[in-house]
């Protein structure tokens, strides 16, 4: 009986805990591109929803799915004052390709005029901030975050249309 | 049961509910679970096993507790019995891994359990690949402090997880970083981003009896503390940058030397250029005696305090990744090359939608050595530019064009060279010429399909007579064709087939289901070590021979 007790008042709590979205962490450390270490208090955009999205270069799913949001990101911007924040989780191999291929694809501001708005690119060599966030070991993974620093959705891996759901989250929010 | 016991339980629910509903607690509690199983028939051709044991499981869950500034989280593991592929010592079930931890702007402090990196990982990398069956957790603990704004200090000491034990070696290390835009006033307004850095390492270990080459009677003297410490620097100058950090390592005869004195070095520089349309990189890598473990006597991965990473371009096609290139640690000379170009819309080569090009090309050489004696000795003599034995090259063109709103093609031609003597196997060298296509369809917004066609042509063979028997030998076709109808489901049907010098055939069919975070997979059919990317992710596996399943959540 003393167990049985023991496990439903933990289970009643636990239900109250998980009632209440989580918080993003704002105490890892991330790297900028131009290899400035900030915390990821930084991520935040001024009470508007952001999205964050878990890649890798070598990662073909997630290279998709950064090069179809490019192509819509200015409309998403303009209709609903989103922010994507990609966070690189290349490690030592391959984190030096990162700032190439952001810059050449367009996602990361190089002070040209291609394009009205671009991502906001961090790298989490060491999985820190991937492992605050329980993404597991393999991207990519993508979350929308209220204006309040609350994850309100995740979702796992990417198949060709999968931004459709993201950007109809961020719309939800702003009901 | 006495009324005293049923009311302290009712309030005890009571005190819960409240606490819990209420906040009084605060705090989240999210986690992330992932089961993977595999049942296998003996099938010699491929090398896969068969599992008396019908199916091999490993299963594990992460919990984190977050309230403000306090988080503490813990992992149970289970191997009943571990995938194949896994190393047996893992077979069992416990508390794997655990810690506490207090994170504010200023101060973090990480008791128990933790990863970390100083710098690029030449020194220190404590680390986790759960596909590869990999963690080097320290046991211990770790401290960070940010004095002021730019400045890191990083101190920890503790064991290093192997299996489910901890090696007998202490690490200890500290690491300061500074980004001197933040430190320097005058620097805050610069177009130069400049960030140095500079970590130390210390293992010890106690002493043990190991003969000398020279006189086997009598025993090295061996250092029970060594040292390895590394600088670093990060430049950022408009559209260059230059990182490069070096390191060394002082005496450290250990088995993976052959317990020889001579001390360890490593440089590593990175050089970019990148604008819209274009990147551009060059990178070297020098490295000498640099492997560095916590245990003297420990051979294969575990163990590693450090971690060199390969300098060549990682790819995820199966034919591509073939022969997958491994740092050797003991020492090698390698350079890496890579221009991306992408010509615009509207011009002649760029078309309706532009088109990207990539060249890549990568070798990579050992030292230079001349050998000058065995254990207890410095052992050998290299200089830092010398070329010994040649281990991998590779050049390739890259070509990814969107062809109309639906269709994007993507075309790799690769020419490889491969010595199997990186993997400790007699030395030869492979010549691979590697052709890949990849076409996207997105037939409607919700609606795709993928398709691969690979193919590799190489000088290798089987011939198990002639001693030959490296199962990747040999001329392979590869097709792979996914269809994802929605965003949920997804069905894929492959084939790898050596149809010439070689040896095996790897059919395959998986289907798949994401929701949210939740993902369930089932595959049936044969599968060959290597990456392989399916369905939206990417995951290395064993060879085997049957049904795999897996799943994976997080909340």
């Excluded at chain 2, 030998?473 to 994802?484: I, K, L, Q, S």
């Amino acid at each position: 009986m003393k167990r049985i007790t023991l496990f439903l008042a933990l289970l009643v709590m636990g239900t109250g805990l998980m009632a209440q979205n989580a918080k993003l962490p704002d105490n890892v450390t991330l790297r900028t591109l131009d290899g400035k270490s900030v915390q990821s208090s930084a991520i935040q955009n001024d009470g508007r929803p952001v999205i964050i999205s878990f890649w890798a270069t070598w990662c073909g799913p997630c290279m998709l799915e950064l090069k179809t949001i490019r192509e819509i990101y200015d409309e998403w911007v303009e209709e609903t004052g989103v922010k994507m924040v990609i966070v690189s989780i290349d490690d030592a191999r391959t984190a030096a390709r990162v700032k190439g291929v952001t810059e050449k694809q367009g996602w990361s501001d190089t002070g040209d005029d291609e394009f009205q708005h671009y991502y906001e690119v961090y790298l989490d060599s060491n999985r820190d901030f991937a492992t605050a966030l329980n993404i597991g070991q393999d991207p990519p993974h993508t979350f929308v975050i209220n204006g309040q620093g609350e994850i309100v959705w995740q979702h796992k891996g990417y198949q060709p249309g999968a931004e459709e759901e993201v950007i109809e989250q961020v719309r939800a929010l702003l009901k | 049961m006495n009324i005293k016991r049923s009311l302290l339980s009712a309030v005890a629910l009571l005190v819960a509910g409240v606490a819990g509903a209420q906040g009084i607690m605060g705090g989240h509690v999210t986690g992330n679970v992932q089961l993977d199983g595999q049942m296998s028939r003996e099938d010699t051709v491929i090398g896969a096993s068969d599992v008396p044991e019908i199916m091999k499981l490993n299963a594990r869950a992460d919990i984190l507790y977050t309230n403000g500034d306090f988080s503490a989280g813990l992992r149970f593991e289970a191997y009943q019995t571990p995938l194949l592929g896994f190393n047996a010592q893992y077979t069992g079930q416990g508390l794997a891994h655990y810690f506490v931890a207090y994170k504010s702007k200023r101060i973090s402090v990480t008791a128990g359990n933790f990863y970390e990196q100083f710098g690029s990982g030449m020194i220190l990398r404590a680390y986790e690949d759960r596909y590869l069956g990999l963690d080097n957790a320290l046991l211990g603990v770790n401290i960070q402090l940010r004095p002021v704004d730019g400045l890191t200090i990083k101190a920890l000491a503790g064991k290093q997880r192997i299996y489910w034990g901890y090696g007998e070696g202490l690490v200890r290390g500290i690491d300061a970083e500074a980004d001197l835009n933040s430190l320097i006033r005058g620097m805050q307004e610069s177009k130069l981003h400049l960030t140095l850095g500079a970590g130390f390492v210390s293992k010890y270990e106690a002493d043990e009896s190991i003969p000398s080459a020279a006189d086997p009677e009598r025993r090295l003297n061996l250092p029970l503390n060594v040292g390895a410490a590394a600088v670093r620097l990060n430049l950022d100058y408009g559209h260059w940058t230059l990182q490069s950090e070096y390191a060394r390592k002082g005496q450290d005869p250990s088995i993976m030397n052959g317990y020889i004195y001579r001390p360890g070095e490593a440089l590593m520089v990175n050089l970019g250029y990148s604008r819209r349309g274009l990147s551009a990189s060059l990178q070297a890598k020098h490295v000498d005696n640099m492997s560095f473990k916590s245990s003297r006597s420990q051979t294969g991965e575990m163990l590693y305090i450090n971690y060199i990473p390969a300098i060549n371009r990682q790819y995820t096609y199966p034919s591509l990744t073939l022969y997958p290139y491994a740092t050797q640690v003991i020492g090698e000379n390698g350079v890496q090359g890579e221009v991306a170009y992408r010509f615009k819309k509207g011009t002649l080569l760029g078309g309706k939608y532009g088109t990207d090009v990539t060249l890549n090309a990568s070798t990579i050489y050992g030292l230079d050595t001349t050998q000058t004696g065995g254990a207890g000795t410095e052992g050998y003599t290299a200089t830092w530019t010398g070329l010994g034995q040649h281990f991998y090259t590779d050049a390739s063109l890259e070509v990814e064009k969107k062809l109309s709103k639906k269709l994007t093609l993507t075309a790799i031609y690769c020419y490889q060279e491969f010595n199997p003597v990186v993997e400790g196997h007699e030395p030869d060298l492979y010549h691979n010429h590697i052709v890949v296509g990849d076409l996207h369809w997105r037939v409607n917004k919700k609606h795709s399909l993928h398709f691969k066609a690979e193919w590799v042509g190489s000088d290798s063979f089987y011939d198990e007579a002639r001693g030959h028997t490296d199962r990747r030998a040999g001329d392979w076709v590869m097709g792979f064709v996914e269809w994802n109808p929605g965003t949920h489901w997804f069905v894929s049907l492959s084939d790898q087939y050596a149809y010439n010098d070689g040896i095996g055939n790897y059919p395959s069919v998986a289907v798949g289901y994401t929701h949210g975070t939740t993902r369930l997979q089932l595959g049936y059919g044969k599968q060959r070590e290597g990456l392989l990317c399916i369905g939206g992710v990417c995951r290395q596996v064993p060879a085997s021979n049957g049904l795999t399943f897996s799943l994976t959540t997080s909340f």
